[in-house]
């Protein structure tokens, strides 16, 4: 379905187009019309799906219905310093043909972040996108003017939960209008999540979209380790294992494929990188070596996981934890094809842990934790509660809260704050 057929408006079409959204994900094909409706909704949808896009849309074509500027109308709430960057660049693209400002509001930063959060909040900004404790910070001061709110957006409730914000955010809603529309997305739907939504969310829709689970055949290993082993291990992995003849090992970065590629050089077996750097022949060529088994390791990213179509890959090394579970069944689908039997393996360095239980979480599935052999070094202890505390999501870094507000909005026009095509 295109954004048009949703009910979208021209303004925000445009956008979506300078974006370059062509069709609408599952998500937002649910979600756009139920929340122009005006309902409440309780969303399971994990990062990679469209979601923010899903939420964004249509509470910002209400916003420019709106016939006069009414101050802060519309609060998202969510868990990291990143997420909250990340969701903010999104509006700023979606907002690019529009007079509806946004504003980061996290912590971490300095007094400058401070005053130019606060400048914005004075200013009545439409949309403050902000982690529970800085929101807070700024509630206390005083000078947040809730009264208008009419939309509440809780992202990622379930890592939010896992922080442990659960007081924070009944807080936090406490100083909201009773008469408003809001909408909760969670990757997972455990009990206490809903019984958070049954306090803040008023006869909610429902909407699920399903992960795929990875194939019965394959045998999936997390191996404990620290970084700076994780070379050495592939090495032993690979030479322990003489039958694997054809072996996928996964990386996130285009560096880090050079990186491993060089590692592994030796004589006795090849090993070949691909990334989107190499041109579509060279790839070709990396491939059809592959395939024909004369090439026993190759070292990919994500982007090009999806076009490797190779019969019999015996073991798949993540090399990292992928950023979400629908990249890490993707990953290792590519062994165990067609009811053969593969292994996974993922090493999981301690701040991939957090990352790994919730891909565990999704996929439903416990998945079976060694430690590395101690001749190449110690294994840290399965602790995945003392990761999750802001950091190693997709998306993270970069950029800071948006200058201003409303009233420090730059001339639209102007051109630098194009929405963002890459
Ligand atoms: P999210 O799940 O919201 O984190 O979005 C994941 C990524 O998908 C983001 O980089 C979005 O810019 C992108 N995205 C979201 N919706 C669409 C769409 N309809 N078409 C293409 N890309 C999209």
């Known amino acids: 379905m295109n954004f048009k057929e949703l009910g979208l408006d ?17 998500i937002q094909e649910q979600s756009i019309p139920k929340i122009l409706e005006g309902k409440d909704l309780i969303a399971c949808a994990q990062t990679g799906t469209g979601k923010t896009a899903a939420f964004v849309l249509p509470v910002m074509q209400q916003l420019l219905q709106l016939k006069e500027h009414k101050g802060i109308t519309t609060i998202i709430i969510v868990p990291t310093r990143e997420l ?21 509001v996290y912590g971490g930063g300095d007094g400058d972040d401070w005053q130019e959060q606060k400048q914005a909040i004075l200013n009545g900004v439409d949309i403050i996108v ?60 455990p009990k206490k999540i809903r019984d958070l939504a049954s306090q803040i969310l008023k006869s909610p829709e429902e ?36 039958s694997c003849k054809s072996i996928l090992i996964f990386s996130s970065t285009k560096r880090e494929v050079s990186e491993i590629v060089r590692t592994l050089k030796n004589k006795e077996y090849t090993v070949e990188g691909i990334s989107s750097d190499l041109e579509q022949s060279e790839r070709e060529s990396v491939m059809n070596s592959f395939r024909a088994k004369q090439t026993r390791v190759l070292v990919a990213t994500d982007v090009v996981s999806r076009g490797i179509d190779v019969k019999d890959i015996n073991l798949v090394i993540n090399y990292n934890a992928p950023n979400d579970a629908e990249d890490y069944v993707h990953r290792i689908g590519r062994t165990a094809r067609a009811d053969t039997t593969g292994i996974a393996v993922t090493l999981i360095e301690p701040d991939d842990m957090y990352k790994f239980l919730r891909i565990e979480r999704l996929i439903e599935k416990e998945v079976l934790k060694l430690p590395i052999p101690p001749e190449i070094g110690e294994s840290p202890k ?28 730059p001339n639209r026009g102007s051109g630098d704050r194009r929405p963002n095509r890459s």
């Open 84 to 104: 909250a960057i990340q969701i903010d660049q999104q509006i700023q693209g979606f907002s690019y043909f529009t007079p509806v400002a946004s504003i980061a």
């Open 382 to 409: 399965w602790d995945p509660n003392a990761s999750n505390k802001g950091g190693g999501f997709r998306g993270g870094g970069g950029g800071g809260g948006r200058k201003g507000g409303r009233g420090g909005k």
């Open 10 to 26: 021209d303004q925000l079409i445009e956008s979506i187009s300078y974006m370059g959204f062509e069709k609408a994900t599952p």
């Open 130 to 189: 902000a982690t529970p404790g800085k929101f807070i910070a700024h509630l206390n001061m005083g000078y947040m003017e809730l009264g208008n709110v009419s939309h509440v957006i809780l992202d990622e409730a379930d890592r939010m939960l896992d922080i442990g914000f659960y007081d924070d955010i009944l807080r936090i809603f406490s100083y909201f209008p009773k008469e408003r529309q809001t909408l909760m997305f969670s990757a997972t739907m």
């Open 207 to 242: 909407i699920s979209i399903a992960i795929s689970k990875p194939a019965e055949g394959v045998l999936q290993v997390g191996y404990l380790c620290y970084a700076p082993m994780k070379a050495k291990f592939i090495k032993h992995l690979i030479n322990e294992k003489p």
